[in-house]
């Protein structure tokens, strides 16, 4: 019964497939790549313009010691108040666990922490700088992900 | 001063039955009972007590659910309906849509649905979910608060509004989540941000106009507190200003002292009682002293806003034991004479019955397990507190302490009263915890708090119970164990019937005098909210429930992984199973024979 389940599940999640790279794979004799604006993977600010002054780019990516940093900002801060004790979650999102509300690149937090986000999240930018905000968002991006997320079982194995 | 006077005449004289009876006759003393349920604790004394009988103890176990309706809301579904005449009144969480559905047509539909401009910001400042506890009803009017700090008035009939006041700034952390009181034309609320450092507050409004009349801070100098010296008289004497002497470093200021539970109103006396929450922030070495008057109890004027008397449960709160919990008004005798009482339970464990019109404690009595005090000394109406289980930043991580921070029993699942059985019936979470707080700073709208405190499961293995108290001799009657911490409010009526919800999603009716089971059901989620009972147009009672869980548990049945140490949302780590039992989801239940 079980292992038929599984082999209809196969089939169809097969087809969809299929039905994806029908639909999704431009044709080959096209130049026209889809505008930005509908670039939703990367949820680019402003109908994929970048922000006026350039790309963002983290200047602290993987440096250790700043994530040490943003760890004492992320208390200071009263972040956790929200996003709870090393940014588990609590009222507010999990940041560790890899799925992003509004985006988890680099740019992208840096905008949700500088700027703020509509359902609560205030702005730090004025407080903390750009400078601050991108210690904040090393720290968060040190933070390991885990990779078993999807699956939650109750029962023996 | 002439006003209130006159206010409490003209109440009194409803009491007595000189008027019809209707919405604003008093439930508890009223002999008739209307069928309705037009304030939240179902009459001003808050017994949430209904003296209809078709569902009895003797029939209760042919209860079925005979109609639903989903929300559309996935929060906390806090609260209860409102019933007047034939029509059902219900508030969502956040959005805060309030529909209205008519009971006199099958199916119930809607006669119409309010949907006003809420701001979503206020879901990130509301500490602990985006919940609200009610409406009121009061002289054609259904009055409700926002969760982004507005009052709104809409009339009853035709679902228009007729005012919507600011009322609390989400700038300083300040939501909305409690049902308001009415007394006569004035509307009473108060302020959730007790984890924001607020400057706690109660507001009396015009019920015509929306106008804040008076705002009596929960603490700070006596003016701010609309205490009169002449006239404010503690049950345990204090000094003048001790709303700001008993703070060390005027940390009265950002003190907390919410408001975000439940009101009550005493006629006679012309008093409305409400409790104040916690003071901010956690660590107590940031704000040395007795910090009055947070985790209390406050009696005040309704049409002035007068603080006539306070009374504290807990003293420098060390432990976030809010006192927001119902104060249910009862007659009771007490070492052989008739008493006019406050019965409370608190979230620090133990049941109080005061002398409602002085605030002096009668009996106190541990209701669920309890060590961080021994007891409560009725000279002095201070707690006996165990030294060892005193918190701070200095004392590192306090282990085992009960009850947890949820409390003994959450202030939002408020208790009834029967005055059948005189008996108190109440949710109790039996559960412990560690507590280790940080110094922080305060940044304005950002959370005050600075605590870690891990849950256990308390003594005996379950982690809930439903229980009948008798606040006389300040014992638990019967238990009825849950297994895991019981969140509804309770519900109990003229047919000897007390009904509540479960966090795993059961809505259960057992027998008011024994405890024994009669029937249950497995709704769709589990149960935060508070049951009421009605009679529908048809002559025939109902019983309604909200299902959704939420409050404080939202973190646990959502989009997270119980059982993940990086995506559980604390405090859910405790009881990992429940996510196995229910999941999110707003909806009314109405059950009938």
Redesign the interface.
């Known amino acids: 019964m079980r292992a038929a389940a599984l082999g209809s599940a196969a089939v169809v999640a097969a087809a969809v497939l299929a039905a994806c790279a029908r639909t999704a794979a431009p044709p080959a004799a096209s130049a026209n790549a889809p505008p930005p604006a509908i670039a939703y993977e990367s949820h680019l600010a402003a109908g994929g313009m970048r922000p006026a002054g350039g790309t963002l780019s983290n200047p602290h990516t993987g440096d250790a010691a700043v994530a040490r940093n943003g760890a004492l900002l992320f208390?200071?801060?009263?972040c956790?108040?929200?996003h709870?004790?090393d940014g588990?979650?609590?009222?507010?999102p999990?940041l560790?666990?890899g799925?992003w509300r509004y985006g988890g690149a680099d740019a992208e937090v840096f905008a949700s922490i500088y700027y703020g986000r509509?359902?609560?999240?205030?702005a730090f930018g004025g407080?903390l700088g750009s400078e601050g905000v991108w210690t904040l968002v090393t720290y968060l991006r040190s933070?390991?992900?885990?990779n078993?997320?999807p699956t939650?079982s109750?029962e023996q194995p | 001063m002439r006003r209130s006077a006159c206010l409490a005449t003209l109440l009194c004289l409803g009491a007595t039955g000189a008027a019809p009876a209707g919405p604003q006759a008093l439930g508890a003393a009223s002999s008739a009972e209307d069928g309705q349920w037009t304030m939240p604790g179902k009459n001003y004394s808050a017994t949430r007590y209904s003296g209809l009988a078709q569902i009895n103890a003797r029939n209760a176990r042919g209860l079925r659910p005979v109609w639903t309706f989903s929300t559309g809301v996935l929060t906390g579904h806090e609260g209860q309906p409102l019933v007047v005449g034939d029509t059902m009144y219900v508030v969502t969480p956040w959005p805060n849509v309030l529909y209205a559905f008519d009971l006199s047509k099958e199916g119930y539909p809607l006669r119409w649905k309010y949907r006003p401009d809420v701001s979503?910001?206020?879901?990130?400042?509301?500490?602990?979910?985006a919940v609200n506890r009610g409406a009121f009803y009061s002289d054609g009017v259904v009055v409700y608060n926002l969760l982004d700090g507005h009052t709104v008035a809409v009339d009853a009939r035709s679902g228009r509004e007729l005012w919507k006041t600011a009322i609390a700034d989400m700038g300083s952390g300040e939501t909305v989540t409690m049902a308001p009181l009415v007394v006569g034309d004035r509307v009473i609320v108060g302020a959730s941000g007790g984890?924001f450092g607020i400057y706690g507050w109660l507001k009396g409004l015009d019920l015509k106009t929306g106008q804040v009349v008076w705002t009596g801070h929960n603490m700070g100098p006596d003016a701010d507190m609309l205490i009169h010296p002449e006239t404010f008289k503690a049950p345990y004497p204090v000094g003048p200003d001790e709303g700001a002497r008993s703070w060390g470093n005027d940390s009265w200021k950002t003190g907390g002292g919410p408001v975000w539970g439940w009101l009550s109103y005493d006629p006679q006396l012309d008093l409305v009682y409400y409790g104040t929450g916690n003071a901010a922030p956690y660590n107590t070495e940031q704000r040395p002293g007795d910090n009055k008057w947070t985790a209390s109890v406050l009696a005040r004027r309704p049409a002035t806003g007068e603080l006539v008397w306070a009374y504290q449960f807990t003293p420098h709160d060390g432990w976030d034991y809010d006192s927001t919990g119902a104060m249910v008004l009862a007659d009771l005798t007490i070492a052989g004479k008739p008493t006019h009482v406050l019965v409370h339970f608190d979230k620090n464990g133990f049941a109080y019955t005061l002398d409602r019109a002085t605030g002096k404690v009668l009996v106190a009595a541990p209701f669920a397990p309890v060590n961080w005090a021994k007891a409560v000394d009725l000279a002095s109406g201070r707690p006996l507190v165990d030294p060892t289980k005193e918190t701070g930043v200095s004392k590192g991580n306090v282990k085992g302490i009960c009850p947890c921070l949820e409390g003994g029993v959450s202030p939002n699942s408020p208790p009834a009263y029967s005055p059948r059985t005189h008996l108190f019936y109440t949710s109790t979470n039996n559960l412990c915890m560690d507590y280790e707080t940080?110094r922080?700073?305060y940044?304005r709208?950002?959370?005050?708090?600075?605590i870690?405190s891990p849950y256990t499961s308390g003594p005996g293995g379950y982690m809930g119970s439903f229980i009948a108290w008798d606040a006389v001799r300040g014992r638990k009657v019967w238990e009825d164990k849950e297994r895991y911490p019981n969140w509804s409010g309770a519900l109990v009526t003229g047919g000897d019937v007390a009904f509540y919800g479960t966090l795993d999603g059961y809505f259960k009716a057992v027998d008011a005098r024994s405890g024994a089971q009669l029937s249950k059901f497995k709704v769709g989620s589990g149960v935060v909210g508070n049951p009421i009972t009605f009679r529908a147009p048809d002559g025939r009672q109902y019983v309604a429930v909200y299902a959704g869980i939420g409050g404080d548990w939202?973190?646990i049945a959502g989009?997270?992984?119980?059982?993940?140490?990086?995506?559980?949302?604390?405090p859910a780590d405790f009881m990992k199973?429940i996510?196995?039992h229910t999941s999110q989801g707003g909806m009314i239940w109405v059950f009938g024979l």
């Open positions: 208390t200071t801060m009263n956790d108040g929200c709870g004790t588990s979650g609590f009222v507010a999990n560790g666990a799925r509509p359902k609560g999240m205030p407080a933070l390991p992900v885990p078993d997320l939650e109750w | 979503q910001n206020a879901l990130g400042v509301a500490c602990c979910d984890e940080g922080v700073s940044l709208g950002t959370p005050f708090m600075g870690n939202s973190l989009d997270t992984r119980s059982d993940d140490p990086r995506d559980v949302r604390l199973d996510a196995r």
